[in-house]
């Protein structure tokens, strides 16, 4: 196998049918490249007990099977810090002590690119600092970024350029934040594909411009429209029966809900392996899929 693919949901709660489908397409991607394919559980914020175990069995439901233990990001703490060590020493980190109203008053102003941090903190002096401290403000720890975009490239969408600003890489609280444990994280389980939905596409020009700096080998991405509710937003929980439980309680087998996904993709396949036998990245489709709850398959656009 060549590097591995990967699926790292955050175990806040059951999967629902927009998870799953991106699950699906990630472990359609690495079999059909043969690459290995591995499951993360990002569960470094918000965990509701007994999500975690539930996702991991909807996923072997559905007829999705993974390489090796599942990989829990709490249990990488260690490594997360060494990176942010390594940044620290080479002069790359400054401590920010902004509140999240503060950032969002200074992003209105006019001047930056829109919704970067504006840089606040970024060349305060020892006093300054110490000032902050003495009021009792925790500090966050933010990369002094040389530049203001990076390019990527993306198996769907093409080169794709986007912001990099000081982004945050601990917390204020000492945890270490998702754009640099996901780094992290990827680089050490060798994963070298990355598969998600479009969503999260602005945010990787920074991941991968700080696997530069981490001297890391960015992997290749594959953004995928995301699902999404009968009024054009993301789909959630709230939307009805979107949960593979959601589905058996409406009388559905989680083959019938595989069938379901398949067709959302412009497939007609019973499980994953009979999918992956006729699955070609380029004819998915490039619009999200509108999910009706009783089971209607819409899409907002042209395939």
């Known amino acids: 196998m060549i590097g591995a693919g990967r699926f790292a949901p955050s175990p806040s709660g059951d999967l ?13 991607f690495a079999r ?21 175990e539930r996702q991991l069995a909807d996923l072997a439901d559905l007829g999705l099977d993974w390489d090796g233990p599942v990989v829990w990001q709490s249990q990488r703490i260690d490594s997360h810090h060494a990176a942010i060590d390594r940044l620290t020493e080479a002069g790359l980190t400054y401590e920010c002590y902004c509140t999240r109203r503060e950032i969002q008053q200074a992003a209105s102003a006019p001047h930056g690119p829109m919704g970067a941090y504006p840089g606040t903190c970024r060349e305060l002096t020892d006093t ?9 403000r925790p500090a966050a720890l933010r990369l002094r970024s040389a530049i203001t975009e990076f390019e990527i490239a993306d198996e769907l969408h093409g080169r794709y350029r986007g912001l990099v600003d000081d982004f945050v890489l601990r917390r204020g609280d000492g945890t270490p934040a998702y754009n640099l444990a996901v780094v992290v994280d990827d680089a050490d389980q060798g994963i070298d594909q990355v598969v998600r939905g479009d969503d999260l596409l602005p945010s990787t020009p920074r991941q991968a411009y700080l696997a ?20 054009g937003k993301r789909l959630a929980k709230r939307d009805g029966a979107v949960t593979l439980a959601d589905r058996r309680a409406l009388g559905e087998t989680p083959t019938q809900v595989m069938a379901l996904l398949a067709r959302s993709l412009g497939y007609s396949a019973n499980s994953p392996e009979e999918l992956l036998g006729i699955f070609h990245p380029e004819s998915l489709p490039r619009q999200p899929w509108t999910f009706d709850p009783l089971g209607v398959v819409q899409y907002s656009g042209n395939p």
């Open 212 to 231: 530069t700096l981490l001297g890391l080998s960015a992997p290749r991405y594959a953004h995928v429209p995301l699902v999404l509710n009968h009024e």
């Open 128 to 136: 300054e600092r110490a000032a902050r401290r003495a009021e009792g």
């Open 16 to 28: 629902h049918l927009g998870n799953l489908r991106t699950a699906l397409l990630a472990w359609l």
């Open 32 to 52: 059909s490249t043969a690459r290995a394919f591995v499951v993360r559980v990002e569960d470094l914020d918000r965990v509701r007990p007994g999500a975690a």
